[in-house]
């Protein structure tokens, strides 16, 4: 590598990898019940929309506790803390079930914003403007979710896929999960829960509830992988107890819109701000020549990141 790739780029190292799983499937297929499962593996915080944890035991395994909320935020707050609290032995679980009624919220903020922008003018879809705030703290989840340090069990409700075929008409092609078309990035599983056909009037046992693992990054629970009663306590093998703590991306949008901002974008600009500092023109061109070489015009705002970084001003006497 050349010194500059080096100063970039780092030896990769064994980093803590918890489970994030998306779970999803049609009524009745053992969502909230596989939440459940999660308190045999550690501590269960349960976002709860829907009402599913009231027929569990809160003292089974690890117990858990509940929050009702479709806000995103309140999801934030939550695997902070719980990734904070990490510190060896058993690791705590974060769960949103489901996740389609956090979705729905948002698309609700997203109307509402429309209406209120357009003062009732904007008839009932959302309008683009509206979905940047609306889906802000979905990004900021997400981001959130690829560097925590605490278990993710995501559920979601089931929706038909249909493709057109060639007679034009929709064609259902099995079902998708109902949520925001990233949340599937932000997770390293992605299982389809059904339930085995039984005759008429048979109820089902917990071994004719099934998962299917439908996503997959993980080479432990490869894609095809069909469990009967299913637990998070199966999915286990995908995570990595062992390691360094996931490194945080750092978040440069302020850096970056300041540096639109202000940046200056030809050399009169960048001069008028050296100039406004008291820097000596002169000095400060001998600089950049010896950093950069000839002028390139197109280089100016590099070549002001560069002096406002630099420690001697060089000002002028």
């Known amino acids: 590598m050349t010194p500059k790739l080096d100063k970039l780029f780092k030896e990769p190292r064994r980093t803590e990898r918890p489970l994030r799983i998306l779970v999803y499937g049609l009524p009745k297929r053992g969502k909230s019940h596989f939440v459940f499962t999660s308190a045999g593996v550690g501590p269960l915080y349960w976002i709860d929309t829907e009402g599913g944890s009231d027929y569990y035991d809160s003292v089974a395994g690890h117990g858990f506790k509940v929050l009702r909320s479709t806000d995103p935020r309140h999801a934030i707050q939550a695997i902070e803390a719980a990734s904070a609290s990490v510190n060896g032995g058993v690791r705590p679980v974060v769960a949103m079930d489901s996740f389609s009624s956090v979705w729905f919220n948002q698309q609700e903020v997203a109307e509402e ?46 929706k038909e896929k249909y493709e057109v075929s060639q007679d034009g008409e929709p064609v259902a ?27 008429k009037g048979k109820q089902p046992s917990p071994d004719d509830y099934t998962a299917l693992v439908v996503g997959s990054r993980s080479p432990a629970i ?26 945080r991306i750092v978040d440069t949008v302020e850096q970056q819109v300041h540096r639109a901002l202000v940046a200056p974008s030809t050399w009169s600009e960048l001069k008028a701000i050296l ?13 950049l020549r010896h950093k950069f070489g000839p002028f390139n015009a197109a280089k100016v705002v590099e070549y002001w990141e560069y002096l406002m970084a630099h420690q001697e001003p060089h000002a002028a006497s």
């Open 173 to 199: 092609k099995g079902i998708v999960p109902d949520v925001e078309r990233n949340l599937a990035y932000a997770v390293d599983l992605i299982v389809e829960l059904g339930v085995k056909e039984l005759p």
């Open 113 to 158: 914003l429309t209406r209120q922008w357009s003062k009732g003018r904007g008839g009932d879809r959302a309008s683009f403007r509206a979905w940047g705030p609306a889906k802000k703290p979905l990004k900021q989840l997400y981001n959130l979710m690829m560097t925590t340090r605490c278990h993710v069990v995501i559920t979601a409700r089931a």
């Open 275 to 287: 100039e406004g500092k008291s820097w000596d023109i002169e000095k400060a061109k001998e600089l």
């Open 222 to 247: 490869p894609i095809g992988t069909l469990l009967h009663d299913p637990k998070l306590s199966d999915l286990l093998p995908a995570a990595t107890a062992e390691g360094e703590a996931p490194e």
